[in-house]
């Protein structure tokens, strides 16, 4: 059973920064590409940023593109999004999970385990 655990969201000025991290269970984190994704009130679950087994590609939703910045840590089974110049509008729970699938996909769907999620908030 993989267990993923996010942490680091919290409350932050507009245009500050928060980092995520995610800590993945198991001995096979570098296997899965890993994505974030992210979910506000109302609204549906959406893409945010993936990045592959190896950590050499990465994909971005085009509204956090240049802002945001995906990576991972194999020796800590850890994934981090890296968030800059965070606006009001992206007040969301932000989701860590692992995808069965090779490359970047950007798809929930194409995702398996998925975390608890961490409550991100920017007070304008």
């Known amino acids: 059973q993989v267990q993923l655990v996010e942490s680091g969201g919290g409350l932050v000025q507009a245009g500050g920064s928060l980092t995520l991290s995610c800590a993945a269970s198991?001995?096979?984190?570098?296997?899965?590409?890993m994505g974030w994704f992210r979910q506000a009130p109302g609204k549906e679950r959406e893409f945010v940023a993936t990045?592959?087994?190896?950590?050499?590609?990465?994909a971005y939703a085009d509204s956090v593109k240049g802002r945001f910045t995906i990576s991972r840590d194999g020796a800590k089974n850890t994934v981090y999004l890296q968030m800059n110049s965070l606006k009001p509008e992206e007040t969301a729970v932000y989701y860590c999970?692992?995808?069965?699938?090779?490359?970047?996909?950007?798809?929930?769907?194409?995702?398996?385990?998925w975390g608890q999620g961490t409550q991100v908030t920017v007070s304008s």
């Open positions: 999970a692992r995808s069965n699938r090779a490359g970047v996909p950007m798809t929930a769907t194409l995702y398996d385990y």
């Open positions: 198991g001995r096979t984190f570098s296997l899965y590409s």
């Open positions: 990045i592959s087994a190896n950590g050499r590609i990465t």
